[in-house]
């Protein structure tokens, strides 16, 4: 696809609810866009995932209202929604999302968004300082979770369709297509692996869940507490964290369930009605996110609850690093 006809693409896409990267104030986020003028496409990562989408930060599960005309009411997702321009390791994210949210009980408010988004990716042309997607089995031109993925090479998007959802876009607009030659995906694959040798983060993750098994009690980790201030600004950046507080929210007559995003880094997190904390000290809390996304959760779910975005690490007020942890994790 010519870049001189995303324009239209986008006209089209917006007669769904589509989201896109924009920049406001500095801040790159996923919002939603009606024109093509609105989204930036020349940028590394965006500062804030686009999990918010599918797992917003506040969400409303039930309304009620008491009295004569009493009821309940459950939000429903009725429309289709289209994330353009999302990462790979992004819409991974989402793979991995889905095995909590659809593991032992359906999570209806998340997958009936899901099944109603449909996710077009960007490659990644020039990676982040800190990303280490391809130490977690990811990539610049990985399609795992996305329906679509562009590449952008000089003057033209090479185009890869992944699922029947992306199948449906390039028959629905026909005109704006054409068929890719030898030489495009040869320029595609150049661009990726360019792009994948620019990548100067890394870590083997092999053997990691054995080792943390052995060292739940070294010193390493009171030595990186310290550093920590507690301000869970990784785990409101990260892809893959998932934990929620459920709130109700009430008058005499009419009130609200909601559930919001929470934190494992706050010490309200485990705080039991009894006043017992099970993690009352940051140690307890610092150690358990790394267990939870190198350990406990490939333990449950046969995947490392990680994409290496980088996030984490490009956000810390205190430069905390994960490859950095992870690195010492492996030499104890």
């Known amino acids: 696809m010519g870049k001189d006809r995303i324009g239209k693409l986008v006209q089209i896409l917006s007669r769904n609810t589509l989201y896109a990267p924009v920049k406001r104030d500095g801040i790159t986020t996923f919002e939603k866009v009606e024109k093509v003028e609105d989204i930036k496409f020349d940028y590394q990562n965006s500062d804030v995932p686009p999990k918010n989408v599918l797992f917003p930060q506040t969400e409303t599960t039930f309304k009620y209202t008491l009295g004569k005309d009493q009821k309940i009411e459950v939000p429903k997702e009725n429309g289709k929604n289209i994330i353009l321009g999302i990462r790979p390791c992004d819409a991974r994210s989402f793979s991995i999302l889905d095995k909590v949210f659809e593991k032992d009980f359906l999570d209806i408010y998340y997958s009936e968004k899901r099944e109603n988004t449909t996710l077009i990716g960007l490659s990644c042309n020039e990676p982040g300082i800190n990303?280490?997607?391809?130490?977690?089995?990811?990539?610049?031109?990985?399609?795992?979770g996305l329906d679509m993925l562009l590449t952008a090479l000089e003057d033209e998007y090479f185009v890869e369709i992944a699922t029947d959802k992306g199948k449906a876009i390039i028959e629905n607009s026909p005109d704006l297509f054409s068929d890719a030659s030898d030489e495009h995906a040869k320029k595609k694959d150049e661009i990726n692996k360019r792009a994948?040798?620019?990548?100067?983060?890394?870590?083997?993750?092999?053997?990691?869940?054995?080792?943390?098994?052995?060292?739940?009690?070294?010193?390493?980790?009171?030595?990186?507490?310290?550093?920590?201030?507690?301000?869970?600004?990784?785990?409101?950046?990260?892809p893959t964290c998932h934990c929620f507080d459920i709130q109700d929210e009430a008058t005499l007559r009419e009130g609200r369930r909601i559930r919001v995003w929470d934190s494992c880094s706050n010490p309200e997190y485990t705080l039991q009605a009894s006043g017992y904390n099970p993690r009352p000290a940051r140690i307890n809390r610092i150690r358990n996110r790394i267990y939870h996304k190198y350990k406990y959760y490939p333990k449950n779910f046969k995947v490392i609850a990680c994409v290496g975005c980088g996030r984490c690490i490009d956000k810390c007020s205190v430069n905390m690093d994960i490859v950095e942890v992870l690195s010492r994790v492996k030499k104890i």
């Open 131 to 144: 990303c280490f997607c391809t130490s977690l089995d990811g990539g610049v031109g990985d399609k795992e």
């Open 196 to 238: 994948e040798s620019l990548m100067k983060r890394g870590i083997s993750v092999e053997g990691i869940e054995e080792k943390l098994d052995k060292i739940f009690d070294d010193d390493l980790w009171n030595e990186i507490s310290m550093k920590c201030i507690g301000c869970s600004v990784c785990t409101y950046l990260c």
